[in-house]
């Protein structure tokens, strides 16, 4: 009978281990995070009429601010709204700073290949653009702004938008 209680025992203690040990984390989930969303710094809306199959353009953009030193980066997206027409944009963003202290902030020149690109093609360069493709260091400060955009291959009627924004980042982004 002392065999049997023991053995009811040991059997009690097994399931009950058997239970403990069932109960054991799958999966443990620690989320640690860094936020650095870029503010956008200006922001224009401009209409250009196009009826020569090549040209330019140089439109101000004012004045902007960059708040600190940092990182700036162009952002484009075009939009073809009528799909008749074929065309390549090109363009330069200039930013002339507008105090020149004696240690001297030097224009910076981000140049802008293939913007939009509608029914053709584009070849460019493959090197890496700071300031279009990549981040580019900026001391903060005021800067007058330029667009420069110029066009090839235009060709036959429709619409199209193109959106460019100029970012900034106290970090790579």
Not at 51 to 63: C, E, F, V, Y
Not at 150 to 166: C, P, R
Request: glycine residues 10%.
């Amino acid at each position: 009978m002392l065999h049997r209680i023991i053995l009811v025992a040991i059997g009690i203690a097994l399931a009950g281990f058997i239970a403990f040990a069932s109960i054991t984390n799958i999966f443990v989930v620690n989320i640690r995070g860094v936020v650095n969303v870029p503010r956008q710094i200006f922001e224009k809306s401009i209409e250009i009429e196009i009826n020569a199959s090549s040209g330019s353009r140089t439109i101000d953009l004012g004045t902007v601010t960059i708040p600190g030193d940092g990182y700036f980066k162009i952002e484009a997206q075009g939009s073809i709204l009528d799909k008749g027409f074929r065309i390549v944009v090109n363009g330069v963003l200039r930013l002339e700073p507008v105090y020149k202290p004696l240690t001297g902030n030097s224009s910076i020149n981000i140049s802008m290949p293939c913007l939009l690109v509608v029914n053709t093609t584009c070849y460019r360069v493959m090197v890496i653009i700071p300031g279009y493709d990549t981040p580019l260091r900026i001391p903060g400060g005021e800067y007058r702004a330029s667009l420069d955009i110029a066009w090839g291959e235009a060709e036959g009627t429709g619409s199209f938008q193109l959106v460019i924004k100029g970012l900034y980042s106290e970090n790579p982004f």
